[in-house]
């Protein structure tokens, strides 16, 4: 959600190493695995600093291949249900693993992009738990290991996946964000492992990994064909000339046909201009963007990169089109929110299916968002607030909520499978949830078929006052037919 810019363009296989360390904050190494005892409860201090749990993964070896990590012999020992012993479940104990973005590449960019101490925000999670009662489940206490990847290198994601199933053995793997098409299908498709995580992939790739891969938000190809209904119905498509602006990759080629163009030839309307750039980041490809749009008569924009870089463009070029968007790419954080040109931006909509936009509106925090809080603050010894109303929220935080929100899931789920655990059992627990209600998104519900869980939309507009999205009007069912 805060870097997508950054994550877009794709990079052969590297040599590299998973874990060791690399993101360690309070002295806490965010790497690795092997001794972590997160399920020990608030007093727990072991993290998995150290090599034991680093996988290597070269190129063309088992994290880098087609076949991913492990995928015949580990993939087997996951559970089949029938009360097939299920790998990482013991007597005492289920070993979960915890995918993370590593954001050290990019900290030069500023504070706002320090996701804080993710390890120790799912410690506080599962301390909650344990205070509460709700641990251990069904007499197993839940062990928690953890791998980060570079923004920088996506094919970090099989080296992260490699260290999980083949080391860590474990039962599911749980992602805060951008766990995307690599690492997602290597532990769900290859290794027919659940992975739990908060934003989507492509379609194809739920399509390959069913039963196995379950997300909070739409995939990346619904979120555009959403928009695109949302934004027939606001009426923002009717005589209007629409140019979308993407990286020239071919996995942003397949998003723009299926999950824009098709829906808008359904509907009758179509993308009059295309352009696209190798640079997320803003190069010389923005302006060149900018004057064919500006020359075609483009007046409603689709930005799938270089927002900030397009519309700086756009604002020497004197080009003021229309612009509208959805949570695809991370448009609608407040990352890109702050730093948008007020002249070029200022009214603009967005769709979006988290609960972004409501507390600047001065809207209270939920019950169980300030739960989630408290028990990170106390287990942690952190002061961390909600925004305040007109104020940007911080990465941290939204780390903070998305390690409750996901926690709740893996939990349910658990619970529901019961002694009996199995991959079978517990993904018949996540397909039985239903109106879930969420810290960070609207209630979420699965079933037989449907991996994604939102359901509901908001409409957001961005507010020069205060660079920042505010919730317009309530929420409502997904524009898309579902």
């Known amino acids: 959600m805060l870097v997508a810019a950054l994550v877009m363009p ?7 190493t998973a874990g060791g ?23 727990a201090t072991a993290t998995g600093e150290g090599a034991s749990g680093q996988a290597t993964a070269a190129a063309g070896g088992p994290a880098a291949g087609a076949s991913g990590a492990g995928s015949s012999a580990t993939a ?39 996701v804080g101490d993710v390890p120790t925000q799912w410690k506080a999670v599962i301390a909650g738990w344990k205070r509460r009662g709700q641990l251990p489940v069904a007499g197993r206490d839940i062990r928690l290991t953890f791998h980060d990847y570079s923004v920088l290198d996506p094919s970090q ?12 053995r474990v039962f599911a793997v749980v992602a805060p964000e951008y766990f995307y098409q690599q690492g997602a299908e290597c532990v769900a498709a290859e290794n027919h492992t659940p992975v739990i995580t908060s934003d989507g992939p492509a379609t194809e790739v739920y399509q390959r990994s069913a039963p196995n891969l379950y997300t909070i938000m739409l995939s990346a190809t619904d979120q555009l064909t959403n928009l695109v209904y949302w934004a027939r119905d606001k009426g923002l498509l009717q005589n209007r000339k629409i140019g979308v602006y993407y990286p020239n990759d071919p996995a942003s080629q397949h998003l723009v046909d299926s999950g824009l ?27 060149i963007a900018v004057q064919r749009f500006h020359s075609s ?38 990352l890109n929110a702050e730093n948008f040109p007020a002249d070029q931006f200022d009214g603009s909509p967005a769709v979006t299916v988290t609960d972004r936009g409501t507390l600047t509106t ?72 239903r109106d879930q209600p969420m810290n960070y998104f609207p209630n979420l519900s699965f079933g037989p078929g449907r991996y994604e869980g939102v359901q509901q939309e908001r409409t957001l507009a961005w507010r020069a006052k205060c660079t920042c999205w505010v919730a317009d009007g309530p929420l409502q069912p997904l524009s898309m037919p579902r």
């Open 261 to 287: 163009q098709a829906p808008l030839q359904r509907l009758g309307f179509r993308i009059s201009a295309r352009a696209t750039t190798a640079n997320a980041n803003g190069g010389p490809e923005d302006a």
């Open 362 to 433: 001065g809207a209270p925090i939920s019950a169980s968002a300030r739960q989630c809080l408290d028990d990170y603050n106390q287990y942690s010894g952190s002061h961390y607030a909600p925004p305040p109303p007109g104020g940007h929220e911080t990465a941290a935080y939204v780390y903070v909520m998305l390690a409750c929100d996901e926690g709740q899931l893996l939990l349910k789920a658990l619970q529901s499978a019961g002694r009996n655990l199995t991959t079978t059992s517990f993904e018949a627990g996540l397909g039985a949830i």
């Open 76 to 114: 087997a020992s996951a559970g089949s249900g029938g009360g097939a012993a299920a790998r990482g479940v013991t007597d005492s104990t289920i070993t979960i693993g915890v995918a993370y973005l590593n954001l050290n590449g990019v900290q030069y960019l500023g504070p706002d992009y320090d």
């Open 157 to 168: 994601q099989r080296s992260a996946c490699a260290a999980m199933i083949q080391d860590d």
């Open 297 to 334: 008569g483009i007046d409603l924009v689709v930005l799938m990169t270089s927002d900030l870089g397009f519309m700086q463009q756009a604002d020497a070029q004197d080009y003021h089109p229309h612009y509208m968007g959805s949570d695809y790419n991370g448009y609608t954080t407040y």
């Open 21 to 43: 360390g690399r993101n360690s904050r309070g002295g806490a190494a965010a790497g690795g695995s092997g001794d972590e005892a997160a399920a020990a409860g608030p007093d």
């Open 10 to 16: 794709s990079h052969p296989p590297l040599d590299v």
